[in-house]
């Protein structure tokens, strides 16, 4: 009898352990503090939201902030989460070298720093993204192939951030292999007000180059867009010059379908990079597993197709 009351008891002890422990877990969700670089940037908003959606639906608290083009706004808007004691940081398409001593402030105060689109630097545990190597050699192979490698290009470049500091380093490569291919004009875009400056620039290089200019590289889709206005705006299509980008917007594929002088896109699924971010945050901060055992490298890629009119994908969806 004395054994069954001793058994019974700690059954009952054992289900009120798990039920405080199952409480606990339940009442102290992560809060999270995410700061993205721009948020003019379609592809920053799309990374974004879907983090939001997916921390939502784990029950985390979830901080945003837009940095707008700044660098030393991304790293006061990081010490900003530090002294709110927030559980994890994570960052957005940023140059993590220019907001290092943030990130420092960060790894002092135990906080870990997850990066998106950002590169890998000291003080952050993983960096999400995709090749931008790769995808910088895809849309620059595509563009040779397009010219059947002689012509003459813009090319268009930001070296503020990795990412497409990498897809350009990627063109110089591939431009190497092709001599044939002359870069009329190189031109690097403002971190802010980009599509104003990209769009601007290329009403000079037409004015400058007119007929000359076969095809226009660019880094991202965001310029793209406001390279292909200036060219339909001066009366020239895709049948004269051509216009090449990476991200793979819904607004890219619109107007690829549309016959727009841009043709061609690398399309990223930052909603992919998102749910890896969450995956990371949730094994490390909320199950506790070491950092370690999470991430055997600190780089996690997504894979990120190339988008033609041969392949473009009907309005609404996405080709992953």
């Not at 290092?100 to 135990?110: C, D, F, L, T, V």
């Not at 010219?147 to 990498?166: C, M, S």
């Not at 292999?177 to 990209?198: I, R, S, W």
Request: proline letters at 6%; glycine letters at 8%; a negative charge.
């Amino acid at each position: 009898m004395r054994s069954r009351v001793l058994r019974l008891s700690l059954v009952c002890l054992a289900a009120l352990l798990l039920g405080v422990v199952t409480s606990t877990y339940a009442a102290t969700p992560p809060t999270v503090g995410y700061v993205t670089a721009n948020m003019n940037a379609t592809s920053q908003v799309r990374s974004l939201n879907a983090f939001v959606a997916l921390g939502k639906e784990k029950g985390w608290r979830v901080l945003t902030a837009d940095a707008k083009g700044s660098w030393p706004a991304l790293a006061d808007q990081i010490e900003n989460y530090v002294q709110m004691g927030v559980d994890v940081i994570v960052v957005a398409m940023s140059d993590l070298p220019s907001i290092q001593p943030a990130i420092e402030s960060a790894n002092k105060a135990g906080i870990p720093v997850i990066s998106i689109d950002s590169g890998v630097a000291e003080g952050v545990a993983v960096d999400i993204t995709t090749d931008n190597f790769v995808m910088g050699s895809k849309i620059s192979s595509f563009m040779m192939d397009m010219l059947d490698h002689k012509g003459n290009i813009i090319v268009f470049k930001f070296l503020e951030h990795h990412g497409t500091r990498k897809r350009g380093r990627a063109l110089d490569m591939v431009l190497t292999e092709n001599p044939e291919v002359k870069v009329l004009a190189t031109h690097n875009l403002p971190p802010a007000g980009f599509m104003q400056d990209a769009q601007a620039r290329m009403e000079t290089y037409i004015t400058q180059f007119g007929d000359q200019i076969d095809a226009v590289w660019c880094p991202w889709d965001g310029p793209a867009m406001a390279v292909a206005m200036a060219l339909e705006a001066a009366g020239i299509g895709r049948d004269k010059v051509f216009v090449t980008g990476v991200d793979g917007e819904q607004e890219s594929f619109d107007l690829i379908r549309a016959g727009s002088p841009f043709i061609a896109t690398v399309a990223q699924p930052f909603e992919l990079m998102a749910e890896a971010a969450i995956d990371v945050i949730d094994k490390i901060i909320v199950q506790g597993l070491p950092i370690k055992d999470v991430l055997p490298t600190r780089t996690i890629y997504v894979e990120a197709p190339l988008v033609t009119p041969a392949n473009v994908p009907p309005k609404g969806e996405w080709p992953f």
